[in-house]
């Protein structure tokens, strides 16, 4: 089975720092959303790190790459044409921006130390199209 997609998004969908950054995916035609509490994204996961660490990651199937936390969100910004200042911002201020939306939310939950780009590991990638047929479309085509 292949995937539309060649990237995922994996975002607690009720972050609405991690909900803007999935919007902000929808220029980006292949790149799939799929919420962090999915089955398929706590096994991909397991695979990739050995636990399913609380955070926001990018997975590209064709860099064989995962992005985490701070890394994930600038590459993000850089992929959705920020400018980059939007880029610093982000990147400087993630883990502020990060523990403020948990005190508005309430939540005990801390975001895990996963702030660097990994190598895809080769159990995550087998199961890359099983997170990408969990995924929801971003890309909003042109209506021209």
């Known amino acids: ?27 980006l035609e292949g790149v799939g959303v799929v919420s962090w509490d999915e089955p398929a994204a706590q096994d991909f996961l397991e695979a990739q790190f050995g636990e ?3 955070a926001l990651f990018f997975v590209d199937s064709e860099a064989e ?14 992929r959705a044409g920020m400018p980059v200042l939007v880029q610093d911002i982000v990147d400087e201020n993630y883990e502020r921006v990060a523990d403020a939306i948990q005190s508005v939310m309430g939540t005990d939950r801390e ?12 159990d995550a990638a087998a199961l890359f199209d099983d997170v990408a047929a969990n995924a929801s479309r971003t890309h909003v085509p042109d209506s021209a």
């Open 65 to 78: 790459t995962v992005w985490a936390g701070r890394a994930a969100a600038s590459e993000l910004c850089e």
């Open 1 to 27: 089975m292949s995937s539309q997609f060649t990237g995922i998004l994996l975002y607690d969908g009720d972050c609405p720092f991690c909900s803007a950054a999935s919007t902000a995916m929808r220029q």
């Open 52 to 54: 399913a660490p609380f």
């Open 111 to 122: 975001i895990d130390p996963y702030h660097d780009a990994y190598p895809l590991a080769d």
